[in-house]
Structure formats: structure tokens, C-alpha cells
């Protein structure tokens, strides 16, 4: 089977417009959740959300072709654009053989809700000709694959919060079985809207601590109140091995390892046997290797927390042998399908750079979560091998490996 490297990387998120400083906010405990300004917030029961502020669309795009896309797709654009410019491919690079992996778990949202106030208010005549191409989620894969010219296979992903996981999983799966020679994941999500958020709360799913903005997601924390929304975008540049290596890219890390599952249990409640078996199929691809660190899927919810750590528990065989596993939506809030990309890029940074990101705003620890979750400050520690987990209402599951290069 083919080998499969990461040779580019981007980010934007809530406390950074790029990869590097957005690596940095994180580990440094750095939270960017705070009052909505998107949208008028006194709408909704849930008033904070980690938005990406001070983001000019007309910076990743012609100025008149913004409006043809939904900003989901511009902060796709933006990421995608980071680890194209980082992974420095050559011009007679065979596009033909390189294709696109997307994913974003709602898409357009904000198009959505727009244009179905025009057509309640206005009429249907007066719906924007770009709203569907706007809103679609394979749009995302559509704008970005246009402007690299990405030929190759076009994939799309919908998983709700497993979504960018299952990127990269489908991406690795074609380049493994010689489908394409690199692939472009781009993960991408912005549904803080009045709709957005307002679903979400009416499902009690929210943290409602409008007051203390920067506290309110609290993962693995006894007091934790709900997920935090939030929004943002990752790419990562994802290659066959042999062909890296003759042209010399650099090598972030390889994939070495996914699993995936479904829970067949409830449209929203989780359950702890799907994430399992999730992890197992990975952690078994991988060859069981000595884990280094888990990227927990960690939302701030009372039943995600206690099921994927009694989850990590039994795949690792008991607390004592469990790795350090944190959570960085303290710091960003839960950007839904990008959450898997935006972690991912996060992981292999970790391993760059030998840093365990921290698990911010924990104050009261919650018994059922007893693991070492790098509370509060990052730490120092060599980083080899790391598994990312991400799952998604429907009881979709999804996991990676991913291993630093020697």
C-alpha cells in the first residue's frame, strides 16, 4: 500500500488568521470565544461563539466574486491557499493526478437563512443567483479546486463534526489505492447565525454563559454547561511518499493510520462503543504504536467527555496507561465540520514543534474524566505519534494517526 505524508499546512480560526499564529494563541492558552458580533446576538439564548474577527474576504478573493460565495467557502480559500503556497509545487506539477478531499458539516447556512427571509419577505424572484452555488457544501471543494487547478478526484464530505476527519481519511484512501498522487483536504465551516445558533441552543446543546465569554467551553471540566460554537477553516497538503521525497518537500508527518464507524444508537446522543471501535480500526491500521498524545474530540458536553474517555481507557487498557489527551475547544469553541482539519493541523504542529496544546478553563475536575488532559498550560514533551478523534451527530466516527517523520 502506498504511503501518504502531509507536505502543507493551513489554519484560520478564532485567535489566528494563519497557521502559525494561530498554533501559538493556542498553546498559550489564548481563548477567542466572546460576545457574537455577526449577528445580533439578543436573538438567540447562547450570545458567544469563537468567530473568526477582522477576516476581509476580499483578501482570498476578487472583490465582485465574493458575493458568489459563502464564507464558509472564503475561509476555506484562505486556509487552502496557505498550504498550497507552503507545500510549493511546481509548475509542470500533473494537476490531473491531484485532487481535492472537502468537508464542512452545514455549509452555507448564513445563504440559507438569507435568502429564505427574501423569499418569505420579498418573493422568489428575488433570491440571488448565486445563493445554491454559494451554499452548496461541495461548493468548498469547487471554488478551491478552480483556483489551484485541481483536476484530480473532487470529494466532498458532510459528516456533521466527524466531517474533516473523514477528509483526510478519504483522501488518504485514494492516494493508498493510486487514485490520485496528492490531494488537497480543505475543511471548512461558519454557521454562527441566528438559525445556526439558535438550532443548536433549542436542543439544549449550547453553553449559555453569555457573561464570562472567555470560561464558557470548560471540556472534561465538572461544570461544563454545553459546546461553544465556533468557526474556521484547515487545509492540509497530502501527498504520496515516494513523490515527495523526490521533490524534495518538506514533511510534516504521515498518515498512518483511520478508522471509522457508526454508533446505530441516536440521531444526537453519542454512544461510547462507536468512537471505540472507531479508534480500534485505526489504532490496528497503524500497528499499534506507543501513542504520544490523543487529540480529544472533547466538546464541552457532559456525555462526549465521560464517552470518549471511558473510550480511551479501554483501548489503552486502563487510566494508567492512557496518553495525555486534551481538548483546544476552550480556545476556538466547536467549529463543527472544520473542528477534525483545524485539530489535525493543530496535531502535526504539536509534533513539530514538541508541545502538548492545553485543556483551558479547567477548574473542577470531573471524576469520570480522570485522565491527564494537560490542564490549563501547555507542556513540553516528545510528540511521535498522535491520534485525532472526531465524532458527529447520525453516530458518525472518525479517526486518524498520524506519525512524525524520522
Not at 418569505?120 to 461541495?138: E, M
Amino acid at each position: 500500500m502506498r504511503r501518504v505524508v502531509v507536505t502543507g499546512l493551513g489554519m484560520i480560526n478564532a485567535v489566528g488568521h494563519d497557521k502559525e499564529s494561530a498554533f501559538k494563541a493556542i498553546c498559550e492558552g489564548e481563548c477567542g470565544i466572546d460576545t457574537i458580533s455577526i449577528y445580533d446576538p439578543e436573538t438567540t439564548p447562547a450570545k458567544i461563539a469563537g468567530e473568526v474577527r477582522e477576516f476581509d474576504p476580499a483578501t482570498v478573493m476578487a472583490p465582485k466574486e465574493v458575493k458568489k460565495a459563502d464564507r464558509f467557502i472564503h475561509l476555506g480559500l484562505k486556509a487552502a491557499q496557505e498550504a498550497m503556497a507552503e507545500a510549493n509545487f511546481a509548475e509542470d506539477t500533473d494537476f490531473d493526478r491531484f485532487g481535492i478531499s472537502a468537508a464542512s458539516g452545514i455549509g452555507g447556512l448564513p445563504a440559507i437563512e438569507k435568502n429564505s427571509v427574501i423569499l418569505d419577505t420579498r418573493g422568489a424572484r428575488r433570491l440571488s443567483p448565486f445563493f445554491i452555488p454559494s451554499a452548496l457544501v461541495n461548493m468548498l471543494g469547487g471554488f478551491v479546486s478552480i483556483e489551484h487547478g485541481l483536476k484530480g478526484p473532487n470529494l466532498s464530505c458532510a459528516t456533521a463534526c466527524a466531517a474533516g476527519t473523514h477528509a483526510i481519511s478519504e483522501a488518504t484512501k485514494t492516494i493508498m489505492c493510486n487514485g490520485a498522487e496528492a490531494m488537497l483536504v480543505v475543511a471548512a465551516e461558519s454557521a454562527i447565525t441566528g438559525v445556526g445558533v439558535g438550532g443548536f441552543a433549542a436542543m439544549k446543546a449550547l453553553c449559555t454563559d453569555n457573561e464570562t465569554p472567555k470560561t464558557a467551553s470548560r471540556p472534561f471540566d465538572a461544570t461544563r454547561g454545553g459546546f461553544v460554537m465556533g468557526e474556521g477553516a484547515a487545509a492540509l497538503v497530502l501527498e504520496e511518499y515516494e513523490s515527495a521525497k523526490k521533490r524534495g518537500a518538506k514533511i510534516y508527518g504521515e498518515v498512518i493510520g483511520f478508522g471509522e464507524s457508526g454508533d446505530a444508537n441516536h440521531i444526537t446522543t453519542p454512544s461510547q462503543d462507536g468512537p471505540l471501535r472507531a479508534m480500534k480500526a485505526a489504532y490496528k491500521m497503524a500497528g499499534e504504536p506507543k501513542i504520544d498524545y490523543v487529540s480529544a474530540h472533547g466538546t464541552s458536553t457532559a456525555i462526549n467527555d465521560r464517552n470518549e474517555t471511558a473510550a480511551v481507557k479501554e483501548i489503552f487498557g486502563g487510566k494508567e496507561n492512557c496518553p495525555p489527551m486534551s481538548s483546544i475547544k476552550g480556545q476556538i469553541g466547536h467549529c463543527l465540520g472544520a473542528a477534525g482539519g483545524i485539530e489535525a493541523v493543530v496535531s502535526l504542529l504539536a509534533m513539530r514543534d514538541g508541545i502538548l496544546p492545553p485543556t483551558i478553563n479547567y477548574v473542577n475536575p470531573d471524576p469520570d474524566c480522570d485522565l491527564d488532559i494537560v490542564p490549563n498550560k501547555s507542556r513540553k514533551a516528545e510528540v511521535n505519534v498522535v491520534m485525532s478523534n472526531s465524532f458527529g451527530f447520525g453516530g458518525t466516527n472518525g479517526v486518524v494517526i498520524l506519525k512524525k517523520m524520522d
